[in-house]
């Protein structure tokens, strides 16, 4: 029988715990308005909330939305600072019960994992198998139901209390995606099914790290019950590797009616089949068995990035060392591909001179 847990809630209520969860969720962020205004009342801020966790008076905040693309289209949905203390003292008592039961092919949002290890373990299965059966899902984060991700959190966890907390932020994300959301009638399915509760917003910890837990039902699927031997995924970017094209056709059909469960859906137009020869667009990168290279949207992408980063720059908006932090965090991720020559080509020109003014002083 599986290991269940109660009895979480105290663990969570500890002064101790509030304190590591405010200092993950300022990480970075100890310049933003509301950050700040957190920490100038630290103690009270984290008592209150532990007052109101204890009391179950506690109830999410509205939240902040913007798009990004990334490079698709997205909308984050920001919680509220004080919330997202919440999500990260959840996350601290929890994070292990449902790691423990991942597989080891599932590569994001894990302590250990990430996109280059994604990589990384792609191309390997490229030297072993000549196809790859590549697939994504159509509107992920939009899509997933409420009722499914409670049942799914509840398996491992019976304190009520927890699962109240859990409750609350997952209705939270009630409505915040619906105008990214076409409707999916699945079987069995009435005309009521539009009504459903769905969507996490993708800006929360909780949402990113829940996402691992309602895959974990494909993963387990994948390798338990089709017998993939060669698979990755990332967030709901998933390849499987085989010897024959005729067997990764018949899996993907196998999992797009495994999905229905799930009340997801295939993105039919990018999931298909092909060999590994053709490379495999893959977290940004496209993929060979001997080499990498970044995709050309990406290189452009962060080339206007970068130009907006020198004008902020220039304008005394943006500090040198968060100029340097942010050019040095796309350098670690790129040069693992061959992308020499384009690096070379975005840096030739020297970042421009700050404005003065008064005194000749520089704008700070």
């Known amino acids: 029988m ?5 009895n979480l809630y105290p663990q969570l209520l500890e002064f101790s715990n509030l304190y590591e969860a405010w200092q993950k969720a300022a990480k970075g962020k100890r310049g933003c308005p509301a950050a700040a205004s957190f920490e100038m009342n630290l103690a009270d801020e984290l008592i209150r909330l532990q007052r109101e966790l204890t009391d179950q008076t506690w109830q ?19 919680a509220p600072f004080r919330d997202r203390v919440v999500h990260h003292a959840l996350h601290n008592i929890t994070e292990a019960i449902y790691d423990n039961t991942f597989i080891g092919d599932s590569y994001a949002n894990r302590k250990g994992k990430g996109t280059h290890a994604a990589i990384d373990k792609a191309q390997r299965l490229m030297r072993r198998y000549p196809y790859v059966l590549q697939c ?3 509107q992920f984060f939009p899509s997933i139901d409420h009722a499914v991700m409670e049942s799914l959190l509840y398996r491992k966890i019976t304190d009520e209390k927890i699962r109240w907390l859990m ?9 915040i995606l619906t105008g990214e959301y076409q409707m999916v009638y699945f079987p069995g399915d009435d005309l009521f099914a539009v009504n459903r509760p769905r969507g996490l917003p993708i800006g929360n910890l909780t949402s990113q790290f829940w996402a691992n837990v309602y895959l974990n039902e494909l993963d387990q699927f994948v390798k338990r019950e089709l017998g993939c031997r060669g698979y990755v995924r990332y967030v709901d970017d998933f390849l499987l590797f085989a010897d024959s094209k005729a067997q990764l056709w018949q899996w993907k059909t196998a999992i797009r009616e495994f ?12 999931s298909t089949v092909y060999p590994i020869t053709s490379g495999i667009p893959f977290l940004g990168f496209r993929l060979y068995t001997d080499h990498r290279r970044l995709k050309r949207k990406n290189g452009v992408n962060f080339q206007r990035r970068l130009q907006r980063y020198y004008r902020e720059y220039a304008r005394g908006e943006l500090s040198h060392e968060d100029l340097n932090q942010r050019i040095q965090g796309w350098v670690a991720h790129v040069k693992r591909a061959d992308t ?3 690096r ?11 404005k003065v003014t008064g005194r000749g002083r520089k704008v700070a």
């Open 2 to 6: 599986a290991k269940v847990f109660d």
């Open 60 to 78: 999410p905040g509205e939240y902040y939305s913007f798009y990004i693309r990334d490079p698709k289209k997205r909308l984050v949905s920001a």
């Open 136 to 138: 994504d899902l159509r």
């Open 167 to 175: 409750r609350q932020i997952v209705k939270s994300g009630e409505g």
């Open 259 to 270: 999905l229905f469960g799930l009340r997801l859906a295939l993105h039919e137009k990018s």
């Open 340 to 342: 020499w020559g384009l």
């Open 344 to 354: 070379r080509n975005l840096f030739a020109k020297s970042v421009p001179v700050r």
